[in-house]
């Protein structure tokens, strides 16, 4: 495919597992019931979703919570690679991405995310 740089899955799931890394472990001690996922593509029409957050943000959930399934976040491999032309790139937008959708489990919304530089 032209246009993307060309990057192993394995090495893209790594940069994804260092950005988890870096989230202080006061937040992660605190992240319940969530799983992170990396797929290629975004679902249909969002071409360049970059990461999704499906779930209950920690925020709004009360008794009635117990036994659901995990919160997902996914990170969409193909269009970040289409938009990043080094391997550095990358690495700082899979950090970004990573950290929006995991403060969307902490319940911030983008408008908060955007003040903080999060876009």
Known sequence: MTGMLQ????????LVALALDEIPPELTAVM???????????PDGERNLLG?????????????????????????RN??????????????????TVVHEVAHHFGIDDDRLHALGYD
Do not use: K, Q
């Open 79 to 96: 269009p970040t690679l289409r938009m990043c032309a080094t391997e550095n790139e990358v690495v700082e937008e899979v950090h970004v």
């Open 32 to 42: 319940d019931n969530v799983v992170v996922l990396v797929e290629d593509e975004p």
């Open 52 to 76: 999704l957050y499906e779930g209950t943000p920690l925020t709004e959930r009360d008794w009635a919570y117990g036994g659901a399934l995990p919160d997902r976040i996914t990170i969409f």
């Open 7 to 14: 990057m192993e899955p394995e090495r893209f799931d790594e």
